[in-house]
């Protein structure tokens, strides 16, 4: 069975620092495409990062480019979003999501498993 | 940066069909990039639906349904049923080197 969990979520100070992380089992890691993807409260879905299987590409969306860092250990199979400089606007679940292959090519890009998420708070 | 446009809201009765629209443009669904589906129960992660504009991942039921023509995409719903209530999001090319997701559409079983 496919399994992606997220934790790391929290309440934040806004300025403040997080990294979320993603544990995954079921797959072969490596050969895959992941991504995170946000909801705030209320809201729809938005695309926030993308990463390479091998981990040598990475994309972000223009909201979180400059303060964000995507990054993947495949021999703990797991994904991590580093956040910085977080502001209220940056509230929401966070979801660890499985592209179908190993590129991210945004032309034909999907994903086809979620986690569950991880609530990011940013408040003082 | 690429926009999707979703009505906020359809309903149906029971065992009927809805549809819903994702309406983008040339830069995205019009230019022959693929648009796929999810659906977000209550409380709950979003799924895939339909991927490559038309194709069901194994499990999904067949009254669940993508086309696509010009700049635009729908997602029909036949047979309705109260669990399929919840929400419906469509996604695609956004742009640069990003994906985006429509605003989502609440479906409403009467």
């Known amino acids: 069975e496919v399994r992606l969990v997220e934790s790391g979520g929290g309440l934040v100070q806004p300025g403040g620092s997080l990294r979320l992380s993603c544990a995954v089992s079921?797959?072969?890691?490596?050969?895959?495409?992941m991504s995170w993807v946000r909801q705030a409260p209320g809201k729809g879905l938005q695309w926030v990062s993308s990463?390479?299987?091998?981990?040598?590409?990475?994309y972000f969306a223009d909201s979180v480019k400059g303060r964000c860092t995507i990054s993947r250990d495949n021999s703990k199979n797991t994904l991590y979003l580093q956040m910085n400089s977080l502001s209220a606007e940056d509230s929401a679940i966070y979801y660890c999501?499985?592209?179908?292959?190993?590129?991210?090519?945004?032309?034909?890009?999907?994903?086809?498993?979620w986690g569950k998420g991880s609530t990011v708070t940013v408040s003082s | 940066q690429s926009m999707l446009t979703q009505p906020p809201s359809v309903s149906g009765a029971p065992g009927q069909r809805v549809t819903i629209s994702c309406t983008g443009s040339?830069?995205?669904?019009?230019?022959?990039?693929?648009v796929h589906w999810y659906q977000q129960l209550p409380g709950t992660a979003p799924k895939l639906l339909i991927y490559?504009?038309?194709s069901r991942p194994s499990g999904v039921p067949d009254r669940f349904s993508g086309s696509r023509s010009g700049t635009s995409a729908s997602l029909a719903i036949t047979g309705l049923q109260a669990e399929d209530e919840a929400h419906y999001y469509c996604?695609?090319?956004?742009?640069?080197?990003?994906?985006?997701f429509g605003g989502g559409t609440e479906l409403t079983v009467l």
């Open positions: 996604q695609s090319y956004g742009g640069g080197l990003s994906v985006v």
């Open positions: 990463i390479s299987g091998s981990g040598d590409r990475t």
């Open positions: 079921g797959f072969t890691f490596r050969s895959y495409a």
């Open positions: 999501a499985k592209g179908f292959g190993e590129t991210y090519s945004p032309y034909f890009y999907y994903m086809d498993v």
């Open positions: 040339n830069s995205n669904i019009g230019a022959g990039y693929d």
């Open positions: 490559a504009s038309n």
